[in-house]
DNA sequence: AGTAACGTACCGTCCAGACGGTCGGTTAGG
DNA sequence: CCTAACCGACCGTCTGGACGGTACGTTACT
């Protein structure tokens, strides 16, 4: 069977994805034994792809920014067309949450130094896709905020909110990006 | 001195901001002798008015709802306006940030089940006071939303936003306070 | 008023257990 | 046969919190 070979990019993936449900089922302060035993690997093994707990972190850290990237390359329109960068992540902010975007798994997140930085390189980059996408600044600021306001109301009140009155929010802001003046 | 005798208010409420400059300082897992120093207070008064280290926690969540509700009333307009409401939880969002609203403080809280809780309660309450404050209902929730991501935004990018930013976005969310209709 | 009795604030020590990380060994692949 | 993947036992450290004790404040009774 080739698929239970000896494989280390697929055993690194594996052992992040089981990071993360680790995470959630144990609480933001996992032992390294639980992720071991939720990836089917020994303690050694992890330790062999990530060098310690922190670098575990790091991994899925870096792993996050790769697949909301990844969405918003996804979603953007082929027309360039004013605000598309900004439709596209607002379309990525929306869409249904994996296993990262769980309170544990952002805790742990939170723990760890290297987020600040990873932080500044990912803003920095998504405000040069939405700087220049011809919308007012003012404007494009307020979207931001919401769209930040709508990442931590998933985090903060799960499910305290109808899919109805999550769509309503969807396409009010989608419908603010086809103006391009100042708000008020 | 009659400032130096038992006093347990006054002990509890100094563990609470102790234990908050302790988390700052050593990061969201401090450990409860390093707050009893903190609060020249040995380990067993600590756990005297705190019966573990979780209910340290859940003081500071309660602490923090306080002061952030006792804030807003502070800042209600004494007229009874359209969006008045709306008006003091901008304003209050926009307060120079005490020492609660530092990363290694949140994180900490967050790893606390209790507040899950306490942020439904006090979501419903906020939710009162902004439903019936004269404002459409999409409106409301895209400043509410607005106001979160700045919240957010307070924590994870700290200082990249000048002061001068900052007071537009605040003025910016003011003024959508001022028209009571949809926005768009 | 004096004092005994009692409850509460606070102290300092001790310990069981958990956890991160190291290390020598073993197996598979090229 | 050599390197990389992986194992599993082991160690040193740290921490939460239990506990037995002390000192202070307050009430009750004389």
Redesign the interface.
């Known amino acids: 069977m080739p698929g239970e070979q000896r494989n280390a990019p697929r055993t690194r993936r594996e052992v992040i994805e089981a990071a993360a449900r680790a995470l959630i089922t144990h ?3 996992v032992s390294l034994d639980a992720v071991a035993k939720e990836a089917g690997v020994s303690k050694g093994g992890l330790l062999h792809h990530f060098r310690s707990k922190q670098a575990l972190i790091v991994g899925l850290i870096d792993e996050w920014f790769e697949h909301y990237d990844a969405t918003v390359a996804r979603l953007l329109e082929p027309e360039d067309t004013p605000g598309r960068w900004t439709r596209a992540h607002i379309r990525a902010t929306f869409e249904p949450a994996g296993l990262w975007s769980h ?1 544990s798994v ?2 742990a997140l ?2 760890v130094p290297e987020l600040q930085q990873r ?2 390189v990912a ?1 920095t980059r998504w405000r040069q896709q939405t700087d220049s996408d011809g919308l007012h600044p ?1 404007r494009a ?2 979207i ?10 998933d985090l ?2 799960r499910d ?1 909110e109808t899919s109805e ?1 999550r769509a ?2 969807r396409d ?1 802001l989608l ?2 990006t086809e ?1 391009t003046g100042p ?2």
């Open positions: 609480g933001p302060a309170p952002v805790t939170l723990g932080l500044d803003a003012q600021d307020l931001s905020r919401a769209l930040d306001g709508v990442t931590l109301a903060l009140w305290q009155e309503q929010t009010l419908k603010l103006q708000v008020v």
